[in-house]
């Protein structure tokens, strides 16, 4: 079945860098855009960005822009979200996330329809 | 900057009971928005697209309605599993999303 599996917990210092990696399969990898969504404990939902794994082009939150890069590996069907200069404000579980579409003749409607189980990044001293 | 409030943040209903959460965008979105459930320690879960299309193997009890810049998710016959938080999202100004604050459903 179509799924998104990501990697495991990690725990980080202030200022230090942190890459997560979700791995898909049961589907088409470069077919998909790939979104990232992150929430703080006990917080709403925060999007962060998106890629696309065929082409690799990506489009970052201006909040963390200059701080977060999003890259993939087709040879391995995995997308990673790489952050940088991390603080306490970054401790969160990020959610990478499939985006599809369901198309009208006029225009498309996308949402995120499969998602990873979340990876728990904690930054503290 | 997209804004998408939601209200109540939170609410209590019975089981059976009938839930109305409501979502409003900043700007007009037409139709292009979203609603996830989340439970805790769960990644969210696509229920309604387009407002009102519902995904694929979700209960008919969850029903989406409206346009433009205000939208409604209702639960009818409550049921213990409904018990989570829900998040409505605006696809309008793709790629960028942005999410509502939530809505926390509880049991009375």
């Known amino acids: 079945q179509e799924q998104l599996v990501q990697s495991g917990a990690e725990v980080k210092k202030p200022g230090a860098s942190v890459r997560v990696s979700c791995k898909a399969s049961?589907?088409?990898?470069?077919?998909?855009?790939v979104h990232w969504v992150r929430q703080a404990p006990g917080q709403g939902l925060e999007w962060m960005g998106i890629?696309?794994?065929?082409?690799?082009?990506?489009n970052y939150a201006q909040r963390i822009q200059g701080r977060v890069t999003m890259t993939r590996d087709t040879s391995t069907n995995t997308v990673y979200m790489d952050l940088s200069s991390l603080k306490s404000e970054d401790t969160a579980v990020y959610y990478c996330?499939?985006?599809?579409?369901?198309?009208?003749?006029?225009?498309?409607?996308?949402?995120?329809?499969?998602w990873g189980e979340g990876t728990t990044v904690t930054v503290s001293s | 900057d997209f804004q998408m409030t939601q209200s109540p943040s939170s609410l209590s209903a019975s089981v059976g009971g009938r839930v109305t959460i409501t979502c409003r965008a900043s700007?007009?979105?037409?139709?292009?928005l979203n609603w996830y459930q989340q439970k805790p320690g769960k990644a969210p879960k696509l229920l309604i697209f387009a407002a009102s299309s519902l995904q694929s193997g979700v209960p008919s009890r969850f029903s989406g309605s409206g346009s433009g810049t205000d939208f409604t998710l209702t639960i009818s016959n409550l049921q213990p599993e409904d018990v989570a938080t829900y998040y409505c999202q605006q696809s309008y100004n793709t790629p960028q999303l942005t999410f509502g604050g939530g809505t926390k459903v509880e049991l009375k």
């Open positions: 049961g589907y088409t990898f470069t077919s998909y855009y």
């Open positions: 890629i696309n794994p065929s082409y690799g082009d990506t």
């Open positions: 996330a499939r985006e599809d579409k369901f198309c009208s003749p006029t225009t498309c409607y996308i949402y995120l329809d499969v």
């Open positions: 700007q007009t979105i037409s139709i292009y």
